[in-house]
């Protein structure tokens, strides 16, 4: 059994280089509900020096909230957000020669989507038509992580150990 230590970096909480050398594999933010493109940067430069592999964690618009709130936005507008984000990551990760693995939603959104088939199903399919070669990560027994497979992704089945 493999076992993935995964943190969420680059979400502005000044421990990311710290954290980077401790973890395999790096969520980061993608500066809507948290962080910078200069801590995208940063945290990229790390992982490339840790040697640790990188996953895209886009979120709802919520700053105020750090993405913790539950939204209905309309389909078209979520997967702008999502590609937006998508988008950036992989622009920064061309510019720093570092690869992206996977896709990881924070959140509120990870949260919705692992309970909301029909929210599920627009996720995995704009990570498909983005970039079909990326996994989904998504909670172990969730209608995500039935969605990513359905849309033809290599998905990624993560617990929490902290959490039941």
Request: overall charge negative; some cysteine; aromatic content about 6%.
């Amino acid at each position: 059994m493999h076992v993935d230590l995964n943190a969420d970096l680059a979400e502005g909480c000044g421990n990311d280089g710290a954290l980077m050398q401790r973890v395999s594999s790096a969520n980061i933010a993608c500066a809507l509900h948290a962080g910078s493109a200069a801590e995208m940067q940063r945290a990229l430069a790390w992982a490339k020096q840790y040697g640790v592999r990188v996953g895209a964690h886009p979120g709802y618009p919520d700053r105020e909230n750090f993405g913790r709130t539950a939204m209905a936005l309309p389909e078209a507008e979520l997967r702008a957000y999502l590609q937006y984000q998508l988008g950036a990551l992989q622009a920064l990760c061309d510019a720093a020669g570092v690869q992206t693995a996977y896709v990881k939603p924070h959140g509120a959104l990870y949260n919705q989507a692992a309970a909301d088939a029909a929210l599920a199903e627009i996720v995995a399919d704009t990570v498909r038509r983005f970039n079909p070669g990326l996994k989904l990560m998504a909670l172990s027994n969730s209608l995500l992580l039935e969605a990513g497979r359905a849309a033809g992704l290599e998905v990624i089945s993560e617990v929490f150990a902290d959490r039941r």
